[in-house]
């Protein structure tokens, strides 16, 4: 069963930053992708951003420019870096790994932007 551990959650300013991160407990060469998605309070999941294997990357169309997704490889780790947050921000982000065979979901993470 694959694990994800998710950190970096928390409650912050609006303009402010915060870096989630993400750790899977398998080999990163086993991950066709890894993404970020989001969950507001009576609205549906939704994908904030995603980098494949081969490292391409794609944003929903109202984080472009604000939260770069990147990986690390060494570590089967993917962080979701929030600059210049907004309230709207405000959701429960959930990790999302991909293999060949299967998806996982991690626990989800509490991000709370105040105006």
């Known amino acids: 069963q694959v694990q994800l551990v998710e950190s970096g959650g928390g409650l912050v300013q609006a303009g402010g930053s915060l870096n989630l991160s993400c750790t899977a407990s398998?080999?990163?060469?086993?991950?066709?992708?890894m993404g970020w998605y989001r969950q507001a309070p009576g609205k549906q999941r939704a994908l904030v951003a995603v980098?494949?294997?081969?490292?391409?990357?794609y944003y929903a169309d109202s984080v472009k420019g604000r939260l770069p997704i990147t990986r690390a490889n060494a570590k089967n780790t993917v962080y979701l870096q929030m600059n210049r947050l907004k309230p709207e921000d405000t959701a429960v982000y959930y990790c999302?790994?991909?293999?060949?065979?299967?998806?996982?979901w991690g626990p989800g993470t509490q991000v709370t932007v105040s105006s």
């Open positions: 398998i080999s990163i060469f086993s991950i066709r992708s």
């Open positions: 980098v494949t294997s081969g490292g391409s990357t």
């Open positions: 999302r790994v991909n293999t060949p065979a299967s998806g996982y």
